[in-house]
């Protein structure tokens, strides 16, 4: 009987991990990120305290995100209204998330920012040498993938909606060239920063699904890594 209660605590416990994951967008997002850091953790030398700060760093955000949600679907079990308390309490669960999710943007900068400082001027060595017309040539038959897959796919406007964004093929395509002609690691986060930004506005407007930015971000990543390494 032990055994049995046992077995069924973990059910529950998983249960609650794959409602999270199917309800929560940024859930899933956490854990996308989570399984990309990890991919590209094995490709450096990771020491044992350094990977041990990344899986708890991760796990950090993962275990906020579902306290979060815990406490908000406990909220709404109460009450369906508006009421100071339960905004703040809302609030003050979303904060964690927040600060945990930095906390783990920070640990992965100081892990990997000497290691990338190492890696990527040497990768980005002979691409840089390209000629700077390039850029521009980057940035023309970007434009015009999207317009093309915009028209095939006979949905939203040529500058608003449709099946890709373009707002963020863009901005990953700028990212991508701005890493390859600077090499320096500071400027490249930034304007990854930028380029989420970028991407996370068309989200929360409404006017693309996370999907769709997604593979507005990957037109442009692979885009400009073949314009340039050709």
């Not at 980005?124 to 390209?130: D, L, P, R």
């Not at 002609?181 to 930028?194: A, N």
């Not at 970028?198 to 442009?220: K, N």
Request: some cysteine; charged content about 15%.
């Amino acid at each position: 009987m032990k055994v049995r209660k046992l077995i069924d605590s973990f059910n529950d416990a998983i249960d609650g991990v794959i409602h999270v994951l199917k309800t929560q967008r940024n859930m899933r997002i956490h854990f996308a990120l989570a399984v990309a850091v990890l991919f590209f953790s094995s490709f450096f030398d990771l020491t044992r305290l350094e990977m041990l700060m990344l899986l708890f760093a991760i796990s950090l955000v993962i275990i906020c995100e579902m306290i979060n949600t815990a406490i908000e679907s406990s909220i709404d079990i109460i009450t369906k209204k508006y009421h100071p308390q339960a905004r703040i309490a809302k609030n003050v669960a979303a904060g964690a998330v927040l600060i945990a999710a930095f906390n783990s943007i920070v640990v992965g900068y100081l892990i990997f920012f000497d290691r990338l400082s190492q890696f990527i001027p040497n990768t980005f060595f002979k691409i840089k040498q390209s000629p700077p017309y390039l850029t521009f040539i980057t940035i023309i038959i970007v434009s015009l993938l999207i317009v093309i897959i915009k028209t095939l796919s006979l949905k939203g406007s040529h500058l608003k909606g449709g099946l890709i964004s373009g707002h963020s093929a863009l901005a990953f395509s700028l990212f991508i060239m701005i890493s390859i002609l600077t090499g320096d690691v500071l400027v490249i986060t930034l304007s990854l920063l930028m380029a989420i930004l970028v991407a996370h506005t068309r989200v929360e407007s409404g006017i693309h699904t996370i999907w769709e930015v997604i593979l507005g971000g990957i037109l442009g990543v692979l885009v400009a890594l073949l314009i340039f390494s050709i």
